[in-house]
Nanobody, 123 residues
Framework: HVQLVESGGGSVESGGSLRLSCATSGVTSSNFCMGWFRQRPGKEREGVAAIYRSGTSTYYADSVKGRFTISQDNAKNTVYLQMNSLKPEDTAMYYC?????????????????WGQGTQVTVS
């Protein structure tokens, strides 16, 4: 049984930083891919970062490249999203997602499991 629980959201001023955490359970197979998605007000959910459980390669949407960093601590079963140089347009609900055999990293349909989300507000 897979569970994902996000934390770390909040309100921050433009230019600030936040680190989101996704505590996982049941994500034991190396075939899993972990993704961070966000849904901005009035917009569809979009993928921002992804990492395979088995590797260290990371993937980013152009809108966050150079500012966001996805990482994982397998010993703690936790995936992180470090967000720096935040902008008001980063304001969104952020979701952690897990999927197996994910080929389209930023396609939400590729992911089987979702957390409840954590709100990030940048003013």
């Amino acid at each position: 049984h897979v569970q994902l629980v996000e934390s770390g959201g909040g309100s921050v001023e433009s230019g600030g930083s936040l680190r989101l955490s996704c505590a996982t359970s049941g994500v034991t197979s190396s075939n899993f891919c972990m993704g961070w998605f966000r849904q901005r007000p009035g917009k569809e959910r979009e993928g921002v970062a992804a990492i395979y459980r088995s590797g260290t390669s990371t993937y980013y949407a152009d809108s966050v490249k150079g500012r966001f960093t996805i990482s994982q601590d397998n010993a703690k079963n936790t995936v992180y999203l470090q967000m720096n140089s935040l902008k008001p347009e980063d304001t969104a609900m952020y979701y952690c997602a897990a999927g197996v055999r994910v080929f389209r990293l930023f396609d939400q349909e590729s992911y089987n499991y979702w957390g409840q989300g954590t709100q990030v507000t940048v003013s």
